[in-house]
């Protein structure tokens, strides 16, 4: 109904601009009666505009507020991914898709600084060598699943196993170990400035997996 409404008043619109083609020039206002037309002419372009996101809308899709679980999602890409592991590669285009899946820890602005993801808060210790994560609350995988220490724990000595960076990591950890549902420990050799860093770089990246 409001399309149709849109499409009447639009047509109408025009109609009303084209009336004034025949008019003469009017003698007391030493104006023109062209003028309507040429508004017209000049508004036709930002009526279809307007009019376009209207037409292409599909039924019912305003009404549609209550997200729906399931369907196929299908997208246009430059290429094939090798793979969707992103603890395996480090190919730039399974980090486009798979960054709308998963997440980690951390990851890096655009000044290159590691900024929280699935972390809600840490610390560090007075030596350097203890780092303890609290997760966010309340976070679910796709699959419905909340995020949990144990997954965390799961997925970075996966990392550390089978990615290049996660292996020159781990040579430097101790332990990754769940101290309750929520928090994170994580126990080095010796201080490293840049860990936050590493578990938050694209490729190869420190995503936790369910």
Not at 66 to 82: K, N, T
Not at 173 to 189: E, G, Q
């Amino acid at each position: 109904m409001v399309k149709q409404r849109m499409v009447k008043q639009c047509a109408a619109f025009l109609k009303e601009g084209h009336a004034g083609r025949g008019s003469r020039p009017s003698r007391r206002s030493g104006m023109t009666r062209h003028q309507p037309v040429r508004t017209a002419r000049l508004l036709v372009p930002a009526v279809v505009v307007l009019l376009v996101p209207v037409l292409l809308t599909p039924p019912g899709a305003a009404q549609q507020t209550q997200p729906r679980r399931g369907g196929v999602l299908r997208i246009a890409h430059i290429g094939e991914p090798p793979t969707l592991d992103q603890h395996w590669t480090t190919a730039a285009i399974t980090g486009h898709i798979m960054y709308n899946v998963n997440e980690g820890l951390f990851a890096l602005n655009s000044k290159f600084e590691p900024r929280p993801m699935l972390v809600e808060k840490w610390t560090v210790s007075s030596d350097r060598l203890t780092y303890t994560f609290t997760l966010r609350r309340g976070v679910k995988f796709h699959n419905g699943k909340d995020l949990t220490a144990d997954d965390v724990v799961a997925s970075l000595q996966r990392w550390g196993r089978i990615a290049t960076r996660g292996r020159a990591l781990f040579a430097n950890v101790v332990s990754v170990t769940a101290a309750d549902p929520l928090t994170v420990v994580m126990k080095l050799r010796e201080p490293y400035g840049l860990l936050l860093v590493d578990l938050g770089l694209p490729g190869q990246s420190a995503v936790i997996f369910p």
